[in-house]
């Protein structure tokens, strides 16, 4: 069974701090996608990297790809109250439909 | 807008009652997806349609079936509802896949009770 696993599982921060938040597996995937929740909805797409190494910007928000294509981090700069929600890492198996969720990563950040 | 409903936000059912979730979305995607949502294991995937009447298994397909008679309409049964499938139901669609492969648009989840 293919596992991605995200840490931590829980974090709580003051308004302005940085962090990073980590995906990790033993699976090599074609492509790994991050998703935001917020209580009460679905998962909205953040950002979508494809290439070994590649590193994408949303703003505060920096995702980066594993060199080998097995893991990815997120780190977000000077976090602010509106991040708040349930961080979710999501690879493709080969070149398929089907994504593999991982264990996600609950933000809180306080003002 | 591009949006995915799905029938219920709550819904509480008995043990050995037959459940239907009903999800639709008005982008005209062709696939469509149904996950339970399940604290400390993310997103699992129940089973997957990728045209009318066409499924195929997720990971967790036992108990479910699925029914996709239109495009815009995919729909999870619960044949006999268990207390192990209390859970958060999402339905999601996406495009087939492209470069960048598969956005997936999420609805906002049904969260079922079976007592």
């Known amino acids: 069974t293919q596992l991605l696993e995200q840490s931590p599982q829980f974090l709580s921060i003051q308004e302005g701090e940085n962090l990073t938040v980590y995906c990790n597996s033993s699976s090599v995937f074609s492509s790994l996608q991050w998703y935001r929740q917020e209580p009460g909805e679905g998962p909205v797409l953040l950002v979508t990297?494809?290439?070994?190494?590649e590193v994408k910007k949303l703003k505060r928000l920096t995702f980066q790809f594993g060199d080998a294509r097995k893991d990815s981090s997120l780190h977000i700069t000077a976090a602010q109250p509106g991040d708040t929600g349930l961080y979710l890492c999501a690879g493709e198996v080969g070149r398929t439909y089907k994504y593999i969720f991982g264990t996600g990563t609950r933000l809180k950040v306080l003002a | 807008d591009v949006k995915v409903t799905q029938s219920s936000r709550y819904l509480v059912k008995r043990t050995g009652e037959k459940v239907f979730l009903e999800c639709v979305q008005d982008?005209?995607?062709?696939?469509m997806f149904w996950y339970r949502q399940d604290p400390g294991l993310g997103l699992r995937l129940i089973y997957f349609s990728y045209d009318v009447k066409m499924k195929e298994k997720g990971d967790i397909p036992e108990g479910y079936s699925v029914s996709r008679e239109k495009k815009e309409r995919f729909s999870l049964i619960l044949e006999s509802a268990s207390t192990n499938q209390t859970s958060m139901y999402l339905c999601?669609?996406?495009?087939?896949?492209?470069?960048?492969?598969?956005?997936?648009?999420f609805g906002p989840g049904t969260r079922l009770t079976v007592t």
């Open positions: 990297v494809v290439t070994g190494g």
């Open positions: 982008m005209d995607h062709e696939n």
């Open positions: 999601a669609s996406s495009l087939p896949r492209g470069g960048l492969g598969y956005e997936q648009y």
